[in-house]
Nanobody
């Protein structure tokens, strides 16, 4: 079983920055896509950013130019640098990792979520 632990959320003012981190652990054979999603109160969970195994990235339109996703394959970690934060970025941010483990084959794991609150 693959576990994800997120960190880095918090309360900031509009215009400030935060960096989220997510560490994957377990009997991981390889990791394919790593992504960040978010869910605001009363809204559906939405994709924020995704990075694949070769480093290609994809962002939701509202995050382009402000957010940067990156990964450290040696550490099985994914990061989300969030700049110029806006109150509408307030949400619980979830890490998602897909890959293959040694025992169970393919996996699609979610973190527990980390709260990001942006005040105006």
């Amino acid at each position: 079983q693959v576990q994800l632990v997120e960190s880095g959320g918090g309360l900031v003012q509009a215009g400030e920055s935060l960096r989220l981190s997510c560490a994957a652990s377990g009997r991981i054979r390889n990791i394919d896509a790593m992504a960040w999603y978010r869910q605001a109160p009363g809204k559906q969970r939405e994709l924020v950013a995704l990075i694949n195994s070769v480093g290609s990235t994809n962002y939701a339109d509202s995050m382009k130019g402000r957010f940067t996703i990156s990964r450290d394959n040696a550490k099985n970690m994914v990061y989300l640098q969030m700049n110029s934060l806006k109150p509408e970025d307030t949400a619980v941010y979830y890490c998602n990792v897909q890959g293959r483990s040694y025992y169970t084959g393919g996996f699609n794991s979610w973190g527990q979520g980390t709260q990001v609150t942006v005040s105006s």
